[in-house]
């Protein structure tokens, strides 16, 4: 009973996968702005410690180690949440990665673990998020990408943001007529670590978002008057044809 008197102001309680860098560390500060109290996972415990640090937010902020596309950490982190803050007010899928190659270059360990955490990893927090979810009438935000609209040849991470496209939509179906929201967020080119593996880097691919951007996009989203689903939101920079 201790723990849940953290929350005893009865602030939004909101859990951020792929919390410690990028996007998902933006979304944490600025929700954290926002007076939210926020739990956020990350596999690198280490790096996951210096974001929390960085963030300086106290008893506001909780740091839950582990892998987003492993059902026994994902579990652990929704019922951590609940257990430390009192509730579950939202669920962001923000963990995912890319990986060098095309489907005929590269290493199927790496496909592997990619395809894992951007498609199994979101549908994992779904699935543990949703009873909490439910007592809340609270709402989800899946992470996917303008890739997830748009075909590029031979793109395995373009195939996993399809999947999380239709993830979104088959998620909102099961789950409005119980009261809870659900947002897919589809960024354009953000200006993150995704391209420092690319020929030329940021600076070859053209105009780039900033995560904050991306991050007020997520408080936004979380922050609707209650009977309002906002279920799609693109977002690219000026620039980007595709």
Known sequence: MADRMRNGTGA?????????????LEAVRR??????????????????AAAVEE???????LALPGDAADWAAVSHAVAETVRVFGRLDNAVANAG???????????????????????????LLVKAALPELRRTQGRIVL???????????????SVTKWA???????????VTGEGVGVTLLAPGRVLTPFWDDRPGGAAAAGPMLTPDQIADAIVWAVS?????DVNTLVIRPIGQPN
């Open 143 to 157: 992470v996917g990408s303008v890739a997830g609209f748009k075909n590029t040849a031979g793109n395995l991470y």
């Open 97 to 123: 990665f890319a990986v060098p190659g095309s489907v005929e270059t590269a290493d199927p360990d790496d496909m592997r673990a990619m395809v894992l955490t951007n498609v199994l990893g979101p549908t």
């Open 164 to 174: 999380v496209t239709a993830l979104a939509e088959n998620t909102r179906m099961l």
């Open 55 to 61: 963030l300086e937010a106290g008893e506001h902020v």
């Open 12 to 24: 939004p309680v909101t859990l951020v996968t792929g919390g410690s860098s990028g996007i998902g």
């Open 224 to 228: 609707q008057p209650e009977g309002v």
């Open 31 to 48: 929700l954290l702005e926002a007076g939210h109290m926020v739990a956020m996972t990350g596999r690198d415990e280490k790096k996951l």
